[in-house]
């Protein structure tokens, strides 16, 4: 029960402060605005959902590919790399609106100009037949708005620094913890996100952020640095 305790309250942690001012963090408020809320929300947070899980297998597989000695030290390493990004950043994190922000917007308006442009000549008959039939519940599961949320959220995680954290997080402590503290997280931000819009996102310090982010990545690493490795 402890490690689990562990686990979940690292992921939730580290999840937080990863996912504030994050790309994907952004685009959700900005989809949320052009949007139906709930279906963003919902294609978000799958998204995060699914990339949590895979996250968490692929950490916990990998104790069973490589020693568990060698994946510890990765992970601490990763953790105190992790840690240094994020106070670089911080560091050289210029002043005024986010650079994230103006760039995920620039790309979403682009886009959205795009469909707009689209759909406009067919927007009648779309509406006609709304009319004469209802939509069931369940297609709105794959709905283009949501499936768009999603695709935007998923890429944009693969790859990211809170998904490599995670694998090495899932590596060195419970993945049952790991999964609940960063689907949580992910829930909490994601929410945020969306209710907020962008005047949320634009009120976000990401200096801040970032440096929470890299003084508790290094508190990680020098927990891993200093814990014994379990046989």
């Known amino acids: 029960m ?49 990339m949590t899980i895979l996250s968490a297998i692929v950490g916990w597989a990998a104790p069973n590919l490589i020693s568990r000695k060698w994946t510890h030290h990765i992970t601490t390493l990763l953790f105190f790399g992790f840690g240094l990004w994020s106070l670089w950043d911080a560091f050289h994190e210029g002043g ?31 509406d006609d037949d709304t009319k004469k039939h209802s939509q069931p519940f369940l297609s709105q599961f794959f709905s283009p708005i949501l499936l768009k949320a999603f695709s935007i959220t998923f890429f944009g995680e693969w790859g990211d620094k809170s998904q490599l954290a995670t694998i090495g997080l899932a590596a060195d402590e419970n993945p049952f913890g790991v999964v609940l503290g960063g689907v949580i997280g ?19 310090s990401e200096k801040f952020v970032a440096l929470s982010g890299g003084i508790l990545f290094i508190i990680f690493g020098i927990q891993s640095f200093l814990s014994s490795v379990e046989s």
């Not at 959700?28 to 799958?46: D, F």
């Not at 609106?97 to 067919?122: I, M, P």
């Open 2 to 50: 402890t490690s689990v305790l562990q686990g979940f309250s690292k992921s939730l942690a580290m999840t937080v402060l990863s996912e504030i001012g994050d790309k994907t963090f952004f685009a959700a408020a900005i989809l949320a605005m052009r949007h139906p809320r709930r279906l963003v929300l919902l294609g978000c947070l799958s998204a995060l959902i699914v």
């Open 96 to 126: 005024g609106e986010s650079e994230e922000l103006k760039e995920v917007e620039a790309k979403l308006d682009a886009d959205w100009k795009k469909t707009n442009g689209a759909t406009k000549n067919s927007e009648k008959q779309v």
């Open 186 to 204: 992910q829930a909490l931000c994601t929410t945020a996100a969306v209710l907020g819009g962008k005047s949320l996102a634009s009120q976000i």
